[in-house]
Protein backbone atom coordinates (compact mmCIF):
# COMPACT_ATOMS: atom_id res chain seq x y z
CA UNK A 1 0.00 0.00 0.00
CA UNK A 2 1.09 3.18 -1.22
CA UNK A 3 0.84 6.02 1.68
CA UNK A 4 0.32 9.48 0.47
CA UNK A 5 2.23 12.37 1.49
CA UNK A 6 1.23 16.15 1.94
CA UNK A 7 3.65 17.98 -0.19
CA UNK A 8 4.35 21.79 -0.30
CA UNK A 9 6.57 24.29 -1.75
CA UNK A 10 8.54 27.55 -0.90
CA UNK A 11 5.29 29.40 -1.77
CA UNK A 12 3.63 27.72 1.57
CA UNK A 13 6.31 29.12 3.19
CA UNK A 14 5.41 32.30 5.63
CA UNK A 15 8.59 35.11 5.84
CA UNK A 16 9.33 34.56 9.07
CA UNK A 17 10.51 31.06 7.85
CA UNK A 18 12.67 32.87 5.10
CA UNK A 19 14.48 35.73 6.96
CA UNK A 20 15.94 35.89 10.57
CA UNK A 21 13.18 37.51 12.58
CA UNK A 22 14.86 36.79 15.84
CA UNK A 23 18.15 38.96 15.09
CA UNK A 24 18.31 42.56 15.09
CA UNK A 25 22.06 43.31 15.69
CA UNK A 26 20.99 47.71 16.76
CA UNK A 27 18.98 46.13 19.50
CA UNK A 28 19.52 43.71 22.65
CA UNK A 29 15.97 42.81 22.06
CA UNK A 30 14.55 41.48 19.00
CA UNK A 31 11.51 43.38 17.83
CA UNK A 32 9.82 40.02 17.78
CA UNK A 33 10.62 39.09 21.07
CA UNK A 34 9.20 42.34 22.12
CA UNK A 35 6.21 41.54 20.53
CA UNK A 36 5.76 38.35 21.82
CA UNK A 37 6.21 39.13 25.18
CA UNK A 38 3.33 41.83 24.83
CA UNK A 39 0.75 39.61 23.99
CA UNK A 40 1.60 37.47 26.46
CA UNK A 41 1.52 39.40 29.60
CA UNK A 42 -1.41 41.96 27.95
CA UNK A 43 -3.31 41.52 30.90
CA UNK A 44 -4.45 44.53 32.44
CA UNK A 45 -2.26 47.86 33.24
CA UNK A 46 1.15 47.56 31.29
CA UNK A 47 3.10 47.74 34.42
CA UNK A 48 1.65 44.66 36.40
CA UNK A 49 3.78 42.36 35.11
CA UNK A 50 6.66 44.44 34.67
CA UNK A 51 6.62 45.27 38.37
CA UNK A 52 6.80 41.43 39.79
CA UNK A 53 9.57 40.73 37.64
CA UNK A 54 11.45 43.77 38.34
CA UNK A 55 11.33 42.77 41.98
CA UNK A 56 12.30 38.86 41.73
CA UNK A 57 15.11 40.24 39.57
CA UNK A 58 16.34 41.75 42.77
CA UNK A 59 18.79 40.34 45.78
CA UNK A 60 16.81 38.71 48.11
CA UNK A 61 15.04 36.56 45.23
CA UNK A 62 18.29 35.05 44.08
CA UNK A 63 18.14 31.54 43.33
CA UNK A 64 18.62 29.48 46.41
CA UNK A 65 18.95 26.04 46.75
CA UNK A 66 21.60 25.12 49.68
CA UNK A 67 19.44 25.65 52.60
CA UNK A 68 17.49 23.61 54.92
CA UNK A 69 13.55 23.38 54.91
CA UNK A 70 12.94 24.86 58.17
CA UNK A 71 15.42 27.77 56.49
CA UNK A 72 13.92 27.75 53.16
CA UNK A 73 10.77 28.34 55.13
CA UNK A 74 12.00 31.54 56.73
CA UNK A 75 13.17 32.67 53.29
CA UNK A 76 9.85 32.63 51.92
CA UNK A 77 8.39 34.28 54.35
CA UNK A 78 11.50 37.28 54.39
CA UNK A 79 10.79 37.30 50.81
CA UNK A 80 6.76 37.84 51.25
CA UNK A 81 7.99 40.85 53.61
CA UNK A 82 9.88 41.98 50.59
CA UNK A 83 6.69 41.97 48.41
CA UNK A 84 4.57 44.00 50.64
CA UNK A 85 7.41 46.41 50.87
CA UNK A 86 6.63 47.00 47.23
CA UNK A 87 3.04 46.91 47.62
CA UNK A 88 1.54 49.98 47.72
CA UNK A 89 -2.08 49.28 49.35
CA UNK A 90 -2.43 45.59 50.18
CA UNK A 91 -6.18 46.12 50.71
CA UNK A 92 -6.16 46.78 46.99
CA UNK A 93 -3.81 43.98 45.78
CA UNK A 94 -6.41 42.05 47.58
CA UNK A 95 -9.14 43.42 45.59
CA UNK A 96 -7.57 42.82 42.20
CA UNK A 97 -7.71 39.41 40.82
CA UNK A 98 -5.64 40.60 37.71
CA UNK A 99 -3.07 41.74 40.42
CA UNK A 100 -2.96 38.70 42.46
CA UNK A 101 -2.47 36.46 39.25
CA UNK A 102 0.20 38.61 38.11
CA UNK A 103 2.10 37.84 41.57
CA UNK A 104 1.95 34.07 41.55
CA UNK A 105 3.23 34.22 37.84
CA UNK A 106 6.12 35.61 38.78
CA UNK A 107 6.65 34.58 41.80
CA UNK A 108 6.23 30.90 40.74
CA UNK A 109 9.48 31.69 38.76
CA UNK A 110 11.80 31.87 41.82
CA UNK A 111 9.93 30.17 44.66
CA UNK A 112 7.03 28.06 44.83
CA UNK A 113 6.71 28.42 48.66
CA UNK A 114 6.36 32.22 47.88
CA UNK A 115 3.75 31.90 45.34
CA UNK A 116 1.63 29.46 47.91
CA UNK A 117 2.05 32.02 51.27
CA UNK A 118 1.63 34.85 49.35
CA UNK A 119 -1.65 33.74 47.62
CA UNK A 120 -2.96 32.60 51.15
CA UNK A 121 -2.42 35.89 52.94
CA UNK A 122 -3.22 38.34 49.66
CA UNK A 123 -6.25 36.05 48.96
CA UNK A 124 -7.53 33.77 51.01
CA UNK A 125 -6.80 35.38 54.01
CA UNK A 126 -6.97 39.28 53.67
CA UNK A 127 -9.20 39.27 50.75
CA UNK A 128 -11.69 37.26 53.03
CA UNK A 129 -11.74 40.00 55.73
CA UNK A 130 -11.51 43.22 52.81
CA UNK A 131 -14.95 40.95 51.47
CA UNK A 132 -16.53 41.74 54.81
CA UNK A 133 -18.19 45.32 54.59
CA UNK A 134 -19.76 45.03 57.55
CA UNK A 135 -17.88 44.62 60.53
CA UNK A 136 -15.01 47.19 61.80
CA UNK A 137 -11.57 45.76 62.34
CA UNK A 138 -8.17 46.58 62.50
CA UNK A 139 -6.25 45.00 59.12
CA UNK A 140 -2.62 47.37 60.32
CA UNK A 141 -1.18 44.35 61.53
CA UNK A 142 -2.20 41.97 58.48
CA UNK A 143 -1.14 45.02 56.22
CA UNK A 144 2.08 45.70 57.69
CA UNK A 145 2.59 41.97 57.76
CA UNK A 146 3.23 42.14 61.78
CA UNK A 147 0.88 39.36 61.95
CA UNK A 148 0.91 36.81 58.71
CA UNK A 149 -2.29 35.39 57.44
CA UNK A 150 -3.64 32.15 56.40
CA UNK A 151 -6.91 30.20 55.75
CA UNK A 152 -8.14 27.56 57.45
CA UNK A 153 -10.54 25.47 56.02
CA UNK A 154 -10.03 21.71 54.79
CA UNK A 155 -10.34 19.21 57.41
CA UNK A 156 -8.52 15.78 57.95
CA UNK A 157 -11.69 14.28 56.89
CA UNK A 158 -13.33 16.45 54.77
CA UNK A 159 -11.39 17.28 51.68
CA UNK A 160 -13.51 18.07 48.47
CA UNK A 161 -16.63 17.68 51.09
CA UNK A 162 -15.88 20.57 52.86
CA UNK A 163 -19.45 21.57 53.34
CA UNK A 164 -19.98 18.91 55.68
CA UNK A 165 -16.53 20.31 58.02
CA UNK A 166 -17.17 19.12 61.36
CA UNK A 167 -15.57 22.06 63.20
CA UNK A 168 -17.97 24.03 65.18
CA UNK A 169 -18.16 28.02 66.34
CA UNK A 170 -20.69 28.41 69.24
CA UNK A 171 -22.38 31.47 69.97
CA UNK A 172 -22.47 32.60 73.37
CA UNK A 173 -25.38 34.84 73.76
CA UNK A 174 -24.37 35.91 77.69
CA UNK A 175 -20.64 36.84 76.47
CA UNK A 176 -21.75 38.04 72.41
CA UNK A 177 -18.75 35.80 71.03
CA UNK A 178 -18.19 32.22 69.76
CA UNK A 179 -16.51 29.35 71.40
CA UNK A 180 -14.66 27.67 68.48
CA UNK A 181 -13.89 23.85 69.24
CA UNK A 182 -12.29 20.85 67.21
CA UNK A 183 -14.66 17.93 68.19
CA UNK A 184 -12.88 15.01 67.09
CA UNK A 185 -9.47 13.85 65.12
CA UNK A 186 -11.14 13.81 61.52
CA UNK A 187 -11.97 17.96 62.02
CA UNK A 188 -8.49 18.95 62.74
CA UNK A 189 -7.38 21.49 59.63
CA UNK A 190 -5.71 19.67 57.44
CA UNK A 191 -1.96 21.31 55.86
CA UNK A 192 -2.46 25.09 56.72
CA UNK A 193 0.48 27.25 57.36
CA UNK A 194 0.43 27.74 61.00
CA UNK A 195 3.64 26.88 62.13
CA UNK A 196 6.31 29.26 63.78
CA UNK A 197 7.81 30.07 60.70
CA UNK A 198 7.80 33.59 59.56
CA UNK A 199 6.53 34.97 62.64
CA UNK A 200 3.24 35.68 64.47
CA UNK A 201 0.59 34.12 62.65
CA UNK A 202 -3.81 35.00 62.36
CA UNK A 203 -5.90 32.28 60.25
CA UNK A 204 -9.98 32.61 59.09
CA UNK A 205 -11.20 29.49 59.98
CA UNK A 206 -14.15 27.44 58.23
CA UNK A 207 -16.32 26.07 61.37
CA UNK A 208 -20.08 25.46 61.93
CA UNK A 209 -21.76 28.69 63.14
CA UNK A 210 -24.18 26.82 66.04
CA UNK A 211 -26.62 29.04 67.61
CA UNK A 212 -29.24 27.55 70.46
CA UNK A 213 -28.18 24.03 69.10
CA UNK A 214 -29.19 25.19 65.51
CA UNK A 215 -26.91 24.20 62.48
CA UNK A 216 -26.85 27.74 60.86
CA UNK A 217 -23.75 26.00 58.11
CA UNK A 218 -19.97 26.91 57.87
CA UNK A 219 -18.77 30.50 57.66
CA UNK A 220 -15.50 32.14 58.60
CA UNK A 221 -14.22 33.13 61.72
CA UNK A 222 -10.61 35.60 62.14
CA UNK A 223 -8.85 33.54 64.99
CA UNK A 224 -5.69 35.03 66.32
CA UNK A 225 -2.86 31.55 66.28
CA UNK A 226 0.56 32.12 67.08
CA UNK A 227 2.49 35.18 68.74
CA UNK A 228 6.17 35.38 69.88
CA UNK A 229 6.44 32.25 72.07
CA UNK A 230 4.16 29.97 69.69
CA UNK A 231 0.73 28.84 69.43
CA UNK A 232 -1.83 30.61 71.61
CA UNK A 233 -3.95 28.91 74.46
CA UNK A 234 -6.14 26.57 72.93
CA UNK A 235 -4.45 25.90 70.00
CA UNK A 236 -3.04 23.05 68.91
CA UNK A 237 -0.18 22.82 65.47
CA UNK A 238 1.62 19.73 64.24
CA UNK A 239 4.22 20.16 61.36
CA UNK A 240 3.13 17.62 58.92
CA UNK A 241 6.32 15.30 57.37
CA UNK A 242 8.08 17.06 54.65
CA UNK A 243 6.49 16.87 51.03
CA UNK A 244 7.50 17.07 47.64
CA UNK A 245 8.05 20.23 45.64
CA UNK A 246 8.98 23.83 47.35
CA UNK A 247 8.55 23.72 51.44
CA UNK A 248 5.93 25.04 53.18
CA UNK A 249 5.53 24.74 56.57
CA UNK A 250 2.35 22.87 56.30
CA UNK A 251 0.81 21.57 59.47
CA UNK A 252 -2.56 20.27 61.27
CA UNK A 253 -3.97 22.83 63.90
CA UNK A 254 -6.93 22.26 66.12
CA UNK A 255 -8.31 24.28 68.37
CA UNK A 256 -9.88 23.38 72.30
CA UNK A 257 -12.99 25.74 72.96
CA UNK A 258 -10.90 28.79 71.87
CA UNK A 259 -12.69 31.87 72.53
CA UNK A 260 -13.53 34.74 69.51
CA UNK A 261 -14.80 37.94 69.95
CA UNK A 262 -18.23 38.88 67.99
CA UNK A 263 -16.54 40.46 64.97
CA UNK A 264 -14.73 37.11 64.34
CA UNK A 265 -17.88 35.99 62.77
CA UNK A 266 -17.10 36.60 58.55
CA UNK A 267 -20.41 38.23 57.67
CA UNK A 268 -21.70 39.79 54.17
CA UNK A 269 -25.12 38.90 51.87
CA UNK A 270 -23.99 35.13 52.71
CA UNK A 271 -25.11 35.98 55.92
CA UNK A 272 -25.27 38.66 59.36
CA UNK A 273 -25.88 37.14 62.42
CA UNK A 274 -28.19 39.89 64.57
CA UNK A 275 -27.81 40.44 68.46
CA UNK A 276 -30.60 38.23 69.18
CA UNK A 277 -29.25 35.15 67.67
CA UNK A 278 -31.26 35.27 64.36
CA UNK A 279 -29.58 35.01 60.54
CA UNK A 280 -30.20 37.05 57.87
CA UNK A 281 -29.19 36.45 55.11
CA UNK A 282 -29.79 36.90 51.05
CA UNK A 283 -29.23 33.09 50.16
CA UNK A 284 -31.77 30.13 52.37
CA UNK A 285 -29.66 27.08 51.54
CA UNK A 286 -26.23 26.59 53.91
CA UNK A 287 -24.41 24.98 51.08
CA UNK A 288 -25.19 28.01 48.96
CA UNK A 289 -23.86 30.02 51.93
CA UNK A 290 -21.41 28.21 52.41
CA UNK A 291 -20.02 28.32 48.54
CA UNK A 292 -20.55 32.47 48.94
CA UNK A 293 -18.40 32.53 52.25
CA UNK A 294 -15.67 30.95 50.72
CA UNK A 295 -15.90 32.82 47.27
CA UNK A 296 -12.67 34.14 47.60
CA UNK A 297 -11.60 30.19 46.66
CA UNK A 298 -12.63 31.02 42.74
CA UNK A 299 -9.78 33.89 42.64
CA UNK A 300 -7.45 31.24 44.09
CA UNK A 301 -8.18 28.95 41.29
CA UNK A 302 -6.41 31.72 38.78
CA UNK A 303 -4.02 32.34 41.27
CA UNK A 304 -3.33 28.37 41.48
CA UNK A 305 -3.54 28.49 37.59
CA UNK A 306 -1.23 31.38 37.04
CA UNK A 307 1.49 30.03 39.60
CA UNK A 308 2.07 26.95 37.76
CA UNK A 309 1.72 29.19 34.19
CA UNK A 310 5.06 31.16 36.01
CA UNK A 311 6.41 27.76 36.45
CA UNK A 312 5.61 26.22 33.36
CA UNK A 313 7.31 29.22 31.12
CA UNK A 314 10.54 29.41 33.55
CA UNK A 315 10.89 25.51 33.29
CA UNK A 316 10.74 25.76 29.49
CA UNK A 317 13.09 29.14 29.57
CA UNK A 318 15.77 26.69 31.24
CA UNK A 319 15.33 23.97 28.98
CA UNK A 320 15.51 26.02 25.49
CA UNK A 321 18.37 27.66 26.70
CA UNK A 322 19.86 24.35 27.88
CA UNK A 323 19.39 22.85 24.44
CA UNK A 324 21.54 25.40 22.85
CA UNK A 325 24.37 25.77 25.01
CA UNK A 326 24.62 21.44 25.33
CA UNK A 327 26.86 20.20 22.59
CA UNK A 328 26.56 16.58 22.16
CA UNK A 329 28.57 14.37 19.23
CA UNK A 330 27.10 14.79 15.23
CA UNK A 331 26.95 12.59 12.79
CA UNK A 332 30.37 13.36 11.44
CA UNK A 333 33.41 12.58 13.39
CA UNK A 334 34.73 15.72 15.43
CA UNK A 335 31.56 17.58 15.25
CA UNK A 336 29.41 18.70 18.20
CA UNK A 337 25.98 19.82 17.46
CA UNK A 338 23.58 21.49 20.47
CA UNK A 339 21.00 19.45 21.62
CA UNK A 340 18.69 21.99 20.07
CA UNK A 341 19.67 20.64 16.07
CA UNK A 342 17.93 17.41 16.78
CA UNK A 343 14.13 16.99 15.70
CA UNK A 344 13.74 14.23 18.55
CA UNK A 345 14.38 17.06 21.02
CA UNK A 346 13.12 20.34 19.61
CA UNK A 347 10.22 18.82 18.15
CA UNK A 348 9.38 18.31 22.05
CA UNK A 349 10.04 21.35 23.08
CA UNK A 350 8.33 22.86 20.24
CA UNK A 351 4.99 21.54 21.19
CA UNK A 352 5.58 22.40 24.89
CA UNK A 353 6.28 26.21 23.95
CA UNK A 354 2.98 25.87 21.83
CA UNK A 355 0.86 24.18 25.19
CA UNK A 356 2.15 26.87 27.33
CA UNK A 357 1.37 30.15 25.03
CA UNK A 358 -1.79 28.84 24.91
CA UNK A 359 -2.43 28.15 28.48
CA UNK A 360 -1.15 31.60 29.05
CA UNK A 361 -3.90 33.31 26.22
CA UNK A 362 -6.65 31.02 28.19
CA UNK A 363 -5.69 32.23 31.66
CA UNK A 364 -6.15 35.88 30.49
CA UNK A 365 -9.25 35.67 29.02
CA UNK A 366 -10.81 33.72 31.94
CA UNK A 367 -9.45 36.30 34.06
CA UNK A 368 -10.40 39.01 32.24
CA UNK A 369 -14.16 37.10 32.00
CA UNK A 370 -14.08 36.68 36.04
CA UNK A 371 -12.89 40.63 36.56
CA UNK A 372 -16.02 41.82 34.63
CA UNK A 373 -18.66 39.19 34.64
CA UNK A 374 -22.23 40.33 35.65
CA UNK A 375 -23.80 38.66 38.66
CA UNK A 376 -26.24 36.76 36.50
CA UNK A 377 -23.41 35.47 34.55
CA UNK A 378 -21.43 34.61 37.78
CA UNK A 379 -21.83 30.35 37.55
CA UNK A 380 -20.87 30.42 34.06
CA UNK A 381 -17.61 32.08 34.66
CA UNK A 382 -16.88 30.30 38.03
CA UNK A 383 -16.88 27.00 36.05
CA UNK A 384 -14.89 28.36 33.34
CA UNK A 385 -12.14 29.17 35.85
CA UNK A 386 -12.54 25.91 37.53
CA UNK A 387 -12.56 24.37 34.12
CA UNK A 388 -9.46 26.53 32.90
CA UNK A 389 -7.69 25.50 36.67
CA UNK A 390 -7.61 21.77 35.91
CA UNK A 391 -6.71 22.12 32.24
CA UNK A 392 -4.01 24.96 32.77
CA UNK A 393 -2.24 22.69 36.14
CA UNK A 394 -2.29 19.55 34.36
CA UNK A 395 -0.89 20.53 31.35
CA UNK A 396 1.85 22.48 33.04
CA UNK A 397 2.69 18.90 35.27
CA UNK A 398 3.24 17.52 32.38
CA UNK A 399 5.53 20.68 30.39
CA UNK A 400 7.14 20.30 33.27
CA UNK A 401 8.03 16.79 33.37
CA UNK A 402 9.30 17.13 29.69
CA UNK A 403 11.37 19.88 30.69
CA UNK A 404 13.33 18.52 33.03
CA UNK A 405 13.59 15.43 30.99
CA UNK A 406 15.20 16.94 28.74
CA UNK A 407 17.96 18.69 30.26
CA UNK A 408 18.88 15.28 31.49
CA UNK A 409 20.58 13.89 34.88
CA UNK A 410 21.36 17.43 35.81
CA UNK A 411 18.23 18.59 36.51
CA UNK A 412 17.25 15.97 38.65
CA UNK A 413 19.64 18.43 41.00
CA UNK A 414 17.60 21.22 42.69
CA UNK A 415 20.34 23.90 42.04
CA UNK A 416 19.44 23.60 38.53
CA UNK A 417 16.52 25.36 39.28
CA UNK A 418 13.92 22.41 37.19
CA UNK A 419 13.19 19.68 39.94
CA UNK A 420 10.61 21.06 42.23
CA UNK A 421 8.41 22.44 39.14
CA UNK A 422 6.42 18.88 38.46
CA UNK A 423 5.75 18.85 42.33
CA UNK A 424 4.74 22.22 42.36
CA UNK A 425 2.35 21.71 39.72
CA UNK A 426 1.50 18.92 41.83
CA UNK A 427 0.07 21.21 44.39
CA UNK A 428 -1.80 23.23 42.46
CA UNK A 429 -3.74 20.34 40.97
CA UNK A 430 -5.06 19.56 44.56
CA UNK A 431 -4.93 22.76 46.08
CA UNK A 432 -8.58 25.00 45.67
CA UNK A 433 -10.43 22.00 44.48
CA UNK A 434 -9.20 18.63 43.49
CA UNK A 435 -8.95 18.82 40.09
CA UNK A 436 -11.15 15.79 39.49
CA UNK A 437 -13.15 16.56 41.93
CA UNK A 438 -13.81 20.10 40.26
CA UNK A 439 -14.32 19.33 36.61
CA UNK A 440 -16.32 16.26 37.25
CA UNK A 441 -18.85 19.28 39.46
CA UNK A 442 -18.27 20.94 35.64
CA UNK A 443 -19.30 18.20 33.40
CA UNK A 444 -22.27 17.50 34.93
CA UNK A 445 -23.50 21.10 35.10
CA UNK A 446 -22.51 21.51 31.16
CA UNK A 447 -24.39 18.14 30.63
CA UNK A 448 -28.14 20.37 30.03
CA UNK A 449 -26.93 23.56 31.62
CA UNK A 450 -24.71 24.21 28.74
CA UNK A 451 -25.49 24.53 24.85
CA UNK A 452 -22.45 24.25 22.19
CA UNK A 453 -21.64 26.51 19.53
CA UNK A 454 -23.46 25.73 16.36
CA UNK A 455 -21.76 24.12 13.93
CA UNK A 456 -19.86 26.22 11.34
CA UNK A 457 -21.25 27.10 7.69
CA UNK A 458 -20.66 24.32 5.55
CA UNK A 459 -17.00 23.87 4.15
CA UNK A 460 -15.14 25.00 1.27
CA UNK A 461 -13.26 22.67 -1.35
CA UNK A 462 -10.25 24.72 0.29
CA UNK A 463 -11.12 23.16 3.72
CA UNK A 464 -11.01 19.48 1.96
CA UNK A 465 -7.30 19.42 1.56
CA UNK A 466 -4.86 18.82 3.69
CA UNK A 467 -3.03 22.91 3.31
CA UNK A 468 -6.35 23.76 5.61
CA UNK A 469 -4.73 21.44 8.86
CA UNK A 470 -2.19 24.84 8.91
CA UNK A 471 -5.17 26.96 9.36
CA UNK A 472 -6.07 27.55 13.48
CA UNK A 473 -9.53 28.51 12.39
CA UNK A 474 -10.47 25.31 10.71
CA UNK A 475 -8.70 23.21 13.42
CA UNK A 476 -10.51 25.08 16.11
CA UNK A 477 -13.26 24.24 14.29
CA UNK A 478 -12.78 20.45 14.71
CA UNK A 479 -12.61 20.82 17.95
CA UNK A 480 -15.71 22.48 18.30
CA UNK A 481 -17.38 19.67 16.07
CA UNK A 482 -15.66 17.02 18.93
CA UNK A 483 -17.35 19.24 21.73
CA UNK A 484 -20.89 18.76 20.45
CA UNK A 485 -20.29 15.17 20.38
CA UNK A 486 -19.14 14.75 23.80
CA UNK A 487 -21.73 17.06 24.96
CA UNK A 488 -24.53 15.13 22.56
CA UNK A 489 -22.79 11.66 23.68
CA UNK A 490 -22.64 12.62 28.00
CA UNK A 491 -26.83 13.80 27.96
CA UNK A 492 -27.43 10.11 26.26
CA UNK A 493 -25.25 8.30 28.44
CA UNK A 494 -26.87 10.20 31.23
CA UNK A 495 -30.44 9.46 29.81
CA UNK A 496 -29.46 5.96 29.25
CA UNK A 497 -27.91 5.42 33.17
CA UNK A 498 -30.25 3.04 35.71
CA UNK A 499 -33.78 4.56 36.62
CA UNK A 500 -33.90 5.46 39.86
CA UNK A 501 -29.94 5.28 40.57
CA UNK A 502 -28.68 8.98 40.55
CA UNK A 503 -25.32 7.64 41.21
CA UNK A 504 -25.31 4.78 38.85
CA UNK A 505 -26.47 7.59 36.01
CA UNK A 506 -23.84 9.51 36.91
CA UNK A 507 -21.01 6.84 36.31
CA UNK A 508 -22.57 5.84 32.79
CA UNK A 509 -21.70 9.62 31.99
CA UNK A 510 -19.15 10.74 33.92
CA UNK A 511 -16.32 9.37 31.16
CA UNK A 512 -18.25 11.39 28.54
CA UNK A 513 -18.93 14.66 30.54
CA UNK A 514 -14.99 14.83 31.19
CA UNK A 515 -14.58 14.23 27.91
CA UNK A 516 -16.41 17.02 27.18
CA UNK A 517 -14.52 19.78 29.98
CA UNK A 518 -11.07 18.61 28.22
CA UNK A 519 -12.72 19.16 24.54
CA UNK A 520 -14.08 22.34 26.59
CA UNK A 521 -11.18 23.64 27.54
CA UNK A 522 -9.33 23.37 24.44
CA UNK A 523 -11.49 24.82 22.48
CA UNK A 524 -11.73 27.77 24.65
CA UNK A 525 -7.35 28.02 24.85
CA UNK A 526 -7.82 27.91 20.79
CA UNK A 527 -10.08 30.94 20.54
CA UNK A 528 -7.81 32.86 23.03
CA UNK A 529 -4.57 31.87 20.98
CA UNK A 530 -6.50 32.87 17.47
CA UNK A 531 -7.70 35.98 19.03
CA UNK A 532 -3.64 36.65 20.75
CA UNK A 533 -2.28 36.37 17.58
CA UNK A 534 -4.77 38.44 15.68
CA UNK A 535 -3.48 41.94 18.11
CA UNK A 536 0.08 41.15 16.63
CA UNK A 537 0.84 44.03 14.13
CA UNK A 538 3.97 42.83 12.71
CA UNK A 539 3.02 40.47 9.97
CA UNK A 540 6.27 37.97 10.17
CA UNK A 541 5.60 37.78 13.95
CA UNK A 542 1.86 37.39 13.20
CA UNK A 543 3.09 34.22 11.43
CA UNK A 544 5.15 32.99 13.69
CA UNK A 545 2.38 32.70 16.40
CA UNK A 546 0.28 31.15 14.03
CA UNK A 547 1.75 28.55 13.11
CA UNK A 548 2.73 28.17 16.77
CA UNK A 549 -1.12 28.10 17.27
CA UNK A 550 -1.40 25.48 14.55
CA UNK A 551 1.22 23.51 15.81
CA UNK A 552 -0.89 23.07 19.24
CA UNK A 553 -4.32 23.12 17.55
CA UNK A 554 -2.81 20.05 15.49
CA UNK A 555 -1.88 18.17 18.69
CA UNK A 556 -4.93 18.36 20.00
CA UNK A 557 -7.01 17.40 16.91
CA UNK A 558 -4.78 14.34 16.31
CA UNK A 559 -6.04 12.10 19.23
CA UNK A 560 -9.62 13.34 17.83
CA UNK A 561 -9.06 12.20 14.12
CA UNK A 562 -10.72 9.27 14.28
CA UNK A 563 -14.40 10.18 14.94
CA UNK A 564 -13.64 13.31 12.98
CA UNK A 565 -13.22 11.45 10.11
CA UNK A 566 -15.92 8.71 11.01
CA UNK A 567 -18.38 11.94 11.20
CA UNK A 568 -16.92 13.26 7.96
CA UNK A 569 -15.32 16.77 8.89
CA UNK A 570 -12.06 15.28 7.86
CA UNK A 571 -11.19 13.49 4.86
CA UNK A 572 -8.74 10.83 4.96
CA UNK A 573 -6.20 12.55 2.62
CA UNK A 574 -6.64 15.52 5.63
CA UNK A 575 -5.74 12.33 8.28
CA UNK A 576 -3.06 11.29 6.53
CA UNK A 577 -1.35 14.08 6.33
CA UNK A 578 -1.90 15.20 10.01
CA UNK A 579 1.77 14.05 10.69
CA UNK A 580 3.50 15.61 7.70
CA UNK A 581 1.69 19.12 8.55
CA UNK A 582 3.32 18.75 12.23
CA UNK A 583 6.60 18.12 10.81
CA UNK A 584 6.67 21.28 8.19
CA UNK A 585 5.32 23.18 11.10
CA UNK A 586 8.03 22.30 13.43
CA UNK A 587 10.71 22.32 10.98
CA UNK A 588 9.85 26.19 10.12
CA UNK A 589 9.39 26.73 13.79
CA UNK A 590 12.49 25.16 15.11
CA UNK A 591 14.98 28.20 13.83
CA UNK A 592 12.66 30.66 16.44
CA UNK A 593 12.44 28.27 19.29
CA UNK A 594 15.07 30.28 21.44
CA UNK A 595 13.13 33.64 20.40
CA UNK A 596 9.55 31.71 21.65
CA UNK A 597 11.01 30.92 24.77
CA UNK A 598 13.14 34.28 25.07
CA UNK A 599 9.95 36.25 24.85
CA UNK A 600 8.39 34.46 28.81
CA UNK A 601 10.91 37.30 29.94
CA UNK A 602 12.53 35.08 32.75
CA UNK A 603 14.89 37.07 34.27
CA UNK A 604 18.35 36.86 33.53
CA UNK A 605 19.44 37.25 37.07
CA UNK A 606 17.60 34.16 37.55
CA UNK A 607 18.84 32.30 34.43
CA UNK A 608 22.74 33.20 35.97
CA UNK A 609 22.26 32.00 39.25
CA UNK A 610 21.95 28.17 37.96
CA UNK A 611 25.06 26.12 37.05
CA UNK A 612 23.48 24.00 34.35
CA UNK A 613 23.07 26.84 32.39
CA UNK A 614 26.43 28.47 33.08
CA UNK A 615 28.73 25.56 32.97
CA UNK A 616 29.01 22.71 30.09
Known amino acids: MIVERAVFTHADTPAYARADISADAAEPVPPACRELTAVLFDDGPAEAHSRWRKIISTEP ?48 VVDGALATVAGIHYNLFLGSLVDDKTTERDLGPFLRLARTGTFLCTERAHGNDAAALETTAVYDRRADGFVLHTPNEGARKYMPNTSPAGGPKSAVVAARLLVDGRDLGVFLFLTPLTDENGPLPGITVESLPERTGSPVDHCVTSFDRVRLPR ?14 GALRSAVGSPRKRFLLA ?31 TRHISGPTAGVRVPLSAHRSHHSRLLKSLAGAYAMTFLHRAVTEAWVSHEPA ?12 KGWITWRARAITIEARERCGARALFPVNGLAEFPANADGAITAEGDNLA ?50 HRARLNLRSGPSGDSLGRWNNASGAALELVETHATLQAADAFITALESVPHTATRALLRDLCALFLLDSVAPRAAELLADGHLTAAQVRALPDITELLTSRLAPHMALLAEAFAVPEEHLADLPMLTTT
Open 294 to 324: IGRVTAGKLSMSASTLGGCRAALAIAVRYSG
Open 263 to 276: TALIQGPHGRLLTD
Open 377 to 388: ERDRVERLVAVA
Open 61 to 108: FRFRSDLRKEERWELSYARLRAFNEEIQDPEELARDPRGLAAMHEWAA
Open 438 to 487: IWCKAGAEMIFGYTPDEPSADRTEASRTPNALRDPSFLRDLLAEAERRWH
